[in-house]
């Protein structure tokens, strides 16, 4: 297909990071980069899931997170070429999600509501960022001390104005989680295709998938913001949770397993909606605008 064109309104002069972000948006190969990551995306919350899935019929020990999902990579044959290919994967989407916020792809404007959803953006970029670094590190036979969230949490609580910074990240993670749910019971995560032909049965995949998905990682957001906003009120690091913690907490309460299960299958599931995506995803370009905003 013929490559994208870069608008002659962005071709001459313009800011040096939205230049560099917009023309990186109108490349072909950088968005066959984005679909990488998201297919990268679409790994990982797969083995996070299987991992829920396990803890739910009794495992004790696995660990499902991110890191946690990678280090499981790293001790599987082949695995130099899965880690590079992941680690590749999550730099590119990162890289997406800041040229998005340089770009405003999203149409959000410079005021203090759109620099805020600006600044979303880079946060998720942020995020990725530091999984792929660690899989950079696991790549290089490093991994992960004991450092757990209560301690991080201990550190931050430490510092001057540390409660209000732990409240703020806590009070961000519920927000996502708010968002997530959103999402799903709205049906938003449809907008994401825009306006691609899908056939009847990827239609069905991509409904039952994007709501399963994103109301699963909405529940599991929400709790663990939760934790946060508790740990910063009481004062107490002991009382966070990150995204393992808050699983182990669910399938340590009422209908535990059961609960657990279900949210594990939903976060399967979101891989599989991120999958949809690396094949099926309306990627704009510099040339246009898209309203919604995907979290990570």
């Given amino acids: 297909?013929?490559?994208?064109?870069?608008?002659?309104?962005?071709?001459?002069?313009?800011?040096?990071?939205?230049?560099?972000?917009?023309?990186?948006?109108?490349?072909?190969?950088?968005?066959?980069?984005?679909?990488?990551?998201?297919?990268?995306?679409?790994?990982?919350?797969?083995?996070?899931?299987?991992?829920?899935?396990?803890?739910?019929?009794?495992?004790?020990?696995?660990?499902?997170?991110?890191p946690g999902a990678m280090e499981a990579i790293a001790d599987q044959p082949l695995d130099v070429l899965f880690l590079s290919t992941l680690a590749l994967g999550l730099l590119a989407y990162a890289t997406w999600r800041?040229?998005?916020?340089?770009?405003?792809?999203?149409?959000?404007?410079?005021?203090?509501?759109?620099?805020?959803?600006r600044c979303t953006m880079f946060g998720v970029g942020i995020t990725y960022l530091g999984?792929?670094?660690?899989?950079?590190?696991?790549?290089?036979?490093?991994?992960?001390?004991?450092?757990?969230?209560?301690s991080e949490t201990a550190m931050v609580l430490s510092w001057p104005g540390g409660r209000w910074i732990v409240g703020a990240i806590a009070a961000g993670v519920a927000a996502a989680g708010l968002y997530e749910l959103y999402m799903a019971f709205s049906r938003r995560y449809r907008d994401e295709f825009g306006n691609v032909r899908l056939r009847s049965w990827e239609r069905l995949v991509v409904h039952a998938s994007g709501?399963?998905?994103?109301?699963?990682?909405?529940?599991?957001?929400?709790?663990?913001?939760?934790?946060?906003?508790?740990?910063?009120?009481?004062?107490?690091?002991?009382?966070?949770?990150?995204?393992?913690e808050t699983l182990w907490v669910i399938a340590g309460g009422p209908w535990g397993p059961w609960l657990l299960l279900f949210?594990?299958?939903?976060?399967?599931?979101?891989?599989?909606?991120?999958?949809?995506?690396?094949?099926?995803?309306?990627?704009?370009?510099?040339?246009?605008?898209?309203?919604?905003?995907?979290?990570?």
């Fill in 131 to 150: 999984f792929a670094v660690y899989a950079i590190a696991l790549l290089a036979g490093m991994r992960g001390g004991d450092e757990d969230i209560s």
């Fill in 211 to 244: 709501f399963w998905g994103h109301a699963a990682r909405g529940a599991i957001y929400c709790a663990a913001g939760f934790y946060g906003v508790k740990a910063a009120i009481l004062y107490d690091p002991d009382e966070a949770r990150g995204f393992a």
């Fill in 98 to 117: 800041f040229a998005w916020g340089l770009a405003d792809l999203g149409n959000a404007g410079s005021g203090v509501i759109g620099w805020a959803k």
């Fill in 1 to 66: 297909r013929p490559a994208r064109a870069l608008p002659p309104a962005w071709a001459d002069g313009g800011a040096m990071p939205q230049e560099a972000a917009r023309r990186a948006l109108s490349n072909d190969w950088f968005e066959r980069a984005v679909r990488v990551g998201h297919a990268a995306k679409a790994a990982v919350f797969g083995i996070v899931g299987v991992m829920a899935v396990r803890i739910a019929l009794g495992d004790r020990d696995e660990r499902p997170d991110f």
């Fill in 263 to 296: 949210i594990a299958v939903g976060l399967i599931a979101f891989g599989i909606y991120s999958l949809m995506l690396a094949v099926h995803r309306h990627i704009p370009d510099a040339g246009e605008q898209q309203p919604e905003q995907q979290l990570p």
